[in-house]
C-alpha cells in the first residue's frame, strides 16, 4: 500500500457535493490516423493494455476506522476497464456548444471512491460527423486531484498518449499491493506519533517565512494578499453544476509578445487572462476598482523531497485589472509576478506541504460547510480565481492511436472562487480550459471568446 499525503488527502476533505475535487481535460481527436481505423472495441482494447502499466489507474483508496492518518491507496483486484470507460454520442449538431454542456454535465458527477479515481468518456458524434469515417471524435478524462497535480496529470496523460500513432504497448508494471485494515491503523498510528517532531521541525521553518514576509513588507516585495481580492460576480458558493468552455491561440504569438517585451510566457497568460476579466466585467458595470487577484498554482516538483502526488506550492498574482492599457498591464503584472516569485521562493518551497499532513478531515469538512453557507464566500474571497499553467509537449501526440488536436485542461472551482482557467502549450498551440458554475456565470462562452481578441491587443504594439 502506499499512504497519501496531507496535500493529497486535503482534496478529498475538501470534497462536498458541490465542490467536487477531480480535474478533466477535453481532447479532440483525428480518428484517422488509428491503425486499422477506429472502432470503440479496438480503442477500448488498446487502453487496456496501457493500463497495464499504469498501476495509478488500478488503485482505490482504503482507510481503517482506527487509522489516525491519512487513507491509504491499495490495488483494486475487481478493476474492470468498463466501469472507468464510457461512450456516449452528441446530440446534432454536434456543435462546441452540445459538447460544452454534456462535458459540463459529466465535471458535475461524482467519481466514486470505491473505485480507482478515473473515468474516461469517448464522445462521438462531434460536428455531426460519423467518426468510424470523417475522423472526428472528442474524449473527456477525469481524474482526482487527490491522484495527481498538473504535471503528474500530464505525466500520465503522456503514458496513455505516444508521439507515434502505432507504438507498442509499453510492459506490464506491477501496482502497490494490498493493506489490511490492521496494517493501515497501525502505520497510521507510527506517523501519527511522529507528528510532534514534525510540528518541531515545522514551526522554525514557518516563523523564519512569517519575519522574511514582514521584512518583504516593509520594502513593498511581497505578493498580493488573500482574503485582499474584490468581489466579483463569480465569488459566492457554487453548487454541483458546471460550465466548461474552451479556445486555442497560436504558441507562436505568445511567444512573440513575450519576446518583445522581454516578459515570460507565464507573465503574457495571466495578462490575456486579466484583459479577458476586463473586458467581460466591464461590459456588464461590475468590474471593480481594485486588482482581481488570482491564485497561481506552482510546481515544486524537482525542488521537494516530500512524498505524494501532489507537489505544488501557491502564489497569490495580481493582474491589474485596474491599468486600462494592456501593454501597461502586461509589464505591471510582470513585476507583480517577479516580486511574488520572489516571495514564494522565501517562503520555501515544502512549506504548504508540511503543514497540511496534520489535515484533518473533519476540521477540514466543517470549515468548508462553515465558508459555504456564510456571507463570507462573497465578503471575504480568498481570491478571485485559479489560474494556472501546464506545460505540454510541443511534438504531435497519439492518444490510443488518435492523433491529439487539442487538449483543454479544466480545474476545479471552489466555494467563494467560482472561476479556473487552466491553460496547456502543447504542439504549437495554447489551449485554455474554463470551468465555473453556471448558476454564476451563466456565459462562459463570452469570456472564452474574449481571448482571441485579447491576444490581437497585445500583438497590436508588436506590429
Known amino acids: 500500500m502506499q499512504r497519501l499525503s496531507g496535500l493529497d488527502a486535503s482534496f478529498l476533505y475538501l470534497e462536498t457535493s458541490s465542490q467536487s475535487m477531480h480535474v478533466c481535460s477535453i481532447m479532440d481527436l483525428d480518428t484517422s490516423t488509428m491503425p486499422g481505423g477506429y472502432t470503440f472495441d479496438r480503442l477500448r482494447d488498446a487502453l487496456s493494455l496501457r493500463i497495464t502499466a499504469m498501476p495509478e489507474f488500478r488503485e482505490k483508496l482504503a482507510n481503517s476506522p482506527l ?57 462521438e458524434g462531434v460536428a455531426g460527423t460519423d467518426c468510424h469515417r470523417d475522423g472526428r471524435l472528442a474524449v473527456m478524462t477525469k481524474v482526482h486531484h487527490a491522484a495527481v497535480d498538473g504535471v503528474t496529470g500530464a505525466n500520465l496523460m503522456s503514458q496513455v498518449c505516444t508521439t507515434e500513432a502505432d507504438a507498442p504497448a509499453p510492459d506490464p508494471v506491477p501496482g502497490v499491493g494490498d493493506g489490511t485494515g490492521w496494517q493501515i491503523a497501525a502505520g497510521g498510528l507510527v506517523r501519527f506519533a511522529a507528528r510532534p517532531l514534525q510540528l518541531a521541525n515545522i514551526v522554525p521553518q514557518t516563523v523564519s517565512s512569517v519575519v522574511s514576509t514582514v521584512l518583504r513588507a516593509r520594502d513593498g516585495l511581497t505578493m498580493a494578499r ?14 454541483g453544476r458546471r460550465s466548461i468552455a474552451y479556445a486555442q491561440l497560436d504558441l507562436e504569438d505568445i511567444k512573440t509578445v513575450k519576446n518583445h517585451f522581454g516578459v515570460k510566457v507565464n507573465d503574457v497568460v495571466l495578462a ?79 512549506l504548504l506541504q508540511d503543514w497540511s499532513q496534520f489535515a484533518a ?4 469538512g466543517i470549515a468548508m460547510r462553515v465558508y459555504a453557507r456564510t456571507r463570507l464566500t462573497t465578503s471575504l474571497p480568498v481570491h478571485n480565481l485559479v489560474v494556472s499553467n501546464v506545460p505540454g509537449p510541443q511534438v504531435p501526440l497519439y492518444l490510443l492511436g488518435c492523433e491529439v488536436k487539442s487538449m483543454y485542461p479544466l480545474g476545479p472551482i471552489f466555494h467563494g472562487s467560482g472561476l479556473n482557467i487552466t491553460v496547456m502549450s502543447l504542439n504549437g498551440n495554447l489551449d485554455i480550459g474554463l470551468v465555473s458554475c453556471p448558476d454564476l456565470l451563466p456565459d462562459l462562452w463570452e469570456l472564452a471568446d474574449e481571448f482571441a481578441v485579447g491576444m490581437e491587443e497585445l500583438l497590436a504594439p508588436v506590429g
Open 67 to 123: 487509522n489516525l492518518d491519512h487513507p491509504v491507496w491499495v490495488d483494486d483486484h475487481d478493476f474492470h476497464i468498463d466501469r472507468h470507460l464510457h461512450r456516449i454520442g452528441l446530440p446534432p449538431p454536434g456543435g462546441r456548444v452540445e459538447l460544452a454542456q454534456i462535458c459540463g454535465h459529466i465535471a458535475s458527477l461524482p467519481l466514486d471512491r470505491a473505485r480507482p479515481l478515473w473515468e474516461m468518456w469517448v464522445i
Open 226 to 239: 488573500p482574503f485582499a481580492a474584490p468581489r466579483t460576480v463569480f465569488n459566492a458558493s457554487i453548487s
Open 272 to 350: 490575456l487572462v486579466s484583459g479577458v476579466l476586463r473586458q467581460y466585467l466591464g461590459e456588464r458595470d461590475a468590474l471593480p476598482e481594485s486588482s482581481l487577484v488570482a491564485s497561481v498554482p506552482i510546481s515544486v516538483h524537482g525542488k521537494s523531497d516530500r512524498p505524494g502526488r501532489n507537489q505544488v506550492s501557491a502564489m497569490f498574482a495580481s493582474l491589474h485589472t485596474e491599468i486600462a492599457d494592456p501593454v501597461e498591464r502586461l509589464k505591471a503584472i510582470a513585476q507583480a509576478n517577479s516580486v511574488a516569485k520572489g516571495h514564494s521562493s522565501a517562503i520555501g518551497a515544502t
Open 361 to 364: 478531515p473533519a476540521v477540514f
